[in-house]
């Protein structure tokens, strides 16, 4: 998976790191009811929901590279 990651290139590592920590996110808000980016940018909720919003475009870029465009 590494030689993988190096052949996409930054912008592709970037995405696939945020798109964990998004999966991470929703396995806690579904175990514990705890959202950890409310948690940790709660007093800030407009980068709170620009955090969200990257990691759903993460997700989609993510999609795109590895299953639409080879």
Do not use: H
Request: charged share 15%; aromatic share 8%; hydrophobic share 60%.
């Amino acid at each position: 998976m590494m030689n993988e990651m190096k052949e996409k290139g930054t912008l592709f590592c970037i995405a696939i790191i945020l798109v964990l920590i998004g999966g991470i996110n929703w396995g806690l808000v579904g175990l514990l009811n705890l959202d950890l980016v409310a948690l940790l940018l709660g007093s800030m909720p407009i980068v709170q929901k620009l955090v969200y919003i990257l990691i759903g475009l993460s997700a989609a870029f993510v999609i795109f590279k590895k299953f639409i465009k080879k």
